[in-house]
Nanobody, 131 residues
């Protein structure tokens, strides 16, 4: 059974940093593309970033939404079977529940990742940016 678990969310002041981690059981994350999303209560789920699988021809591919470009970095730790989202210079508008997602059919990260139907989602981790 595949299970994704996000961790690392916290309350942080504007300008601060957090590192979110997506870990998995029942699935080797490096074999699949991974996407991060976020959601504010009452609003739609918003794409944040994605990274291609290590087995794809586009394994170096990453993508960031304009709202986080230059501040967030997605990366893999293959030994730990995790995907991390390093978030720097956080802003109040980054406040949301953050989710990681993947699917057995998802390998290549493109800017159209928000239209992919992901089978596997974590439970989310809360990020609050406030002074």
């Amino acid at each position: 059974q595949v299970q994704l678990v996000e961790s690392g969310g916290a309350l942080v002041e504007p300008g601060g940093s957090l590192r979110l981690t997506c870990s998995a059981s029942g699935l080797t994350l490096s074999s699949y593309g991974i996407a991060w999303f976020r959601q504010v209560p009452g609003k739609e789920v918003e794409g944040v970033s994605c990274i291609s699988s290590l087995s794809s021809s586009s394994e170096a591919n990453t993508f960031y939404e304009d709202s986080v470009k230059g501040r967030f970095t997605i990366s893999r730790d293959t030994s730990a079977n995790t995907v991390n989202l390093q978030m720097n210079n956080l802003k109040p508008e980054d406040t949301a529940v953050y989710y990681c997602a993947t699917d057995h059919r998802y390998h290549i990260c493109r800017d159209s990742y928000v239209y992919v139907t992901f089978a596997y989602w974590g439970q989310g981790t809360q990020v609050t940016v406030s002074s």
